[in-house]
């Protein structure tokens, strides 16, 4: 390419050379509130200002969000930062190269207990501990996917009190939607998930937020925009357009004027009712 005259490698990148590769794709997604950048971008159209169109997909677990970035039915998806690194470290499973194109959040989960176990005096992770050494039984805990962040913090977190995330305690996988559903009926005592569900806990009287993850590690990267290797290989232009579109969008979203707009969007008015 260097031996090409500067005047026509600008001309030729000029008259579309960074066109997208492929115009149109399908983005995977959990319904957890920084998902929001992906779809805004989508229904508000921010894609098509870079020639793309962006199809959210929206998926019922984190593990169907990694078969479906493997075997390529999804093109991208909003993901566990654990997730691709499992992947792509054939941890627990094949192994595929894989991409982390972007950060989509910072922060944004929590770990919540049961109110059940509130009113017997565990009101934070020290006083878990009491309890669960003074009440013998089988205490039972989720997180939403094994190699993910939410599994990462809630195994710190009871830890760093005392508590063996293995033995002194049961722990189970939930996908995020159900996980108010579980504790209602007595399925579990506690759980580490991203928005809105520890809110719903709480707005439903069954539980209350015992620790947030930034107060665990601030500003932790927690979500992020991932894909094979591969797609980035064979779409690069397409992949930066992708990036530009969600950049627009969580700008547009972090404008205080446009959330009303931004909450009542037809698949963000949704979460109220339980994706």
């Known amino acids: 390419m260097s031996l090409v005259p500067l005047g026509t490698r600008s001309a030729a990148w000029a008259a579309g050379s960074d066109a997208p590769e492929k115009k149109e794709f399908k983005i995977g997604f959990i319904p957890l509130t920084e998902f929001a950048s992906v779809v805004i971008a989508s229904i508000m159209k921010f894609d098509e200002k870079y020639g793309i169109k962006i199809i959210p997909s929206k998926e019922a677990s984190w593990a169907a969000v990694r078969d479906k970035l493997v075997n390529g039915e999804n093109d991208a998806s909003h993901a566990l930062y654990g997730l691709i690194y499992e992947v792509h470290l054939s941890i627990g499973g094949p192994k595929k190269d894989m991409a982390a194109l972007m950060t989509i ?8 207990v049961s109110n059940q176990l509130k009113e017997k005096g565990a009101t934070d992770g020290a006083s ?7 009440e013998k039984r089988e205490y039972v805990f989720a997180q939403t996917f094994p190699t993910g962040t939410h599994a990462m913090w809630f195994y710190y977190w009871l830890a760093a009190n005392g508590i ?3 033995k002194d305690v049961k722990n189970i996988v939930v996908r995020p939607p159900p996980m108010v559903a579980n504790m209602r009926v007595g399925n579990m005592d506690g759980f580490c998930v991203g928005e809105p569900w520890n809110n719903h806990a709480i707005f439903d009287k069954i539980g209350f937020t015992a620790e947030t993850t930034q107060d665990i590690w601030r500003d932790h990267p927690e979500k992020l925009l991932g894909c094979t290797a591969e797609f980035v290989q064979k779409n690069p232009n397409t992949c930066r357009a992708m ?7 969580s700008k547009f979203i972090d404008t205080m004027s446009s959330r009303r707009k931004v909450a009542k969007s037809s698949p963000i008015s949704r979460m109220s009712i339980r994706l």
């Open 105 to 112: 959040n910072h922060n944004g989960p929590a770990i919540t």
């Open 128 to 134: 878990l501990t009491k309890l669960i050494a003074k």
């Open 164 to 166: 063996d995330p293995f």
């Open 243 to 249: 990036m530009a579109a969600i950049l627009d969008a």
